[in-house]
């Protein structure tokens, strides 16, 4: 299966994936420049893997929980490839692939990633055979909200003294790669993924302004 996946929640990754090998992947640190790198990016991958949009089986995007203009820079690049091109589009909760890269070997854990004004997008796994299994979330709240498990993330890293972070805790971020590999697999298994809603979990900062006061005369 020819898949190309793409997560802005929280930094920019792209990745073009063929039944399980990898074949290009991107990643930006910067968490603010997502719509500018994102498509000259998939144009290079795409190049790079030596393959059109056209026969690609699926494009894969993270549906977050993660920042307004990130998130919605990487879900409407995937919908128009995807309308352009006439292929599949599914969405994948961009936390399942920071489960999937932690490699927990046993039991509950929690993952955490940066969701700024001193909160964290956290959710609960389970460790299991395939994928590792959803057991509560996503939310969003101070990272004393997060249950006292072992935890893996970015948030991790950034509130260390308040979660139970693991050693490689601070490297894991959304991977476009790690989304793909899911979608495999959940196909493989003859399951389904999510539509590409995004999971804002916030109301939008930008507020409609009112109507304008009168001048007095």
């Known amino acids: 299966m020819l898949i190309l996946s793409l997560d802005t929640s929280a930094a920019a990754s792209a ?14 640190t910067d968490t603010r420049s997502h719509a500018e790198v994102l498509a000259p990016a998939i144009q290079q991958l795409l190049a790079d893997a030596d393959v059109a949009g056209t026969a690609l089986d699926a494009i894969v995007v993270g549906v977050g929980p993660g920042p307004f203009t ?31 890269d932690a490699g927990h070997p046993d039991g509950e854990f929690a993952v955490a990633t940066d969701a700024r004004r001193k909160e964290v997008y956290w959710a609960r796994y389970r460790a299991a055979s395939g994928l590792p299994e959803l057991v509560d979330g996503p939310h969003v709240g101070p990272a004393e909200t997060v249950p ?19 050693p490689h805790a601070t490297d894991l ?20 993924l999510r539509p590409t809603t995004p999971l804002y979990l916030r109301e939008s900062d930008a507020k409609v302004p009112g109507p304008r006061k009168k001048a007095l005369l």
């Not at 990745?15 to 930006?28: H, K, N, T, Y």
């Not at 509130?159 to 972070?165: F, H, K, T, V």
């Open 173 to 192: 971020w959304p991977d476009a790669a790690a989304l793909a590999v899911i979608a495999e697999r959940t196909f493989a298994a003859g399951g389904t």
């Open 70 to 100: 990130g998130l919605r820079a990487g879900i409407a690049t995937a919908r128009m490839l995807a309308f352009v091109w006439g292929v599949p589009l599914h969405g994948v909760m961009s936390l399942d692939a920071v489960a999937l």
């Open 15 to 28: 990745a073009v994936i063929r039944d399980g090998e990898v074949l290009q992947r991107f990643s930006s």
């Open 148 to 166: 006292e498990l072992p935890v893996y993330g970015h948030g991790a890293g950034l509130y260390a003294e308040r979660l139970a972070g693991t």
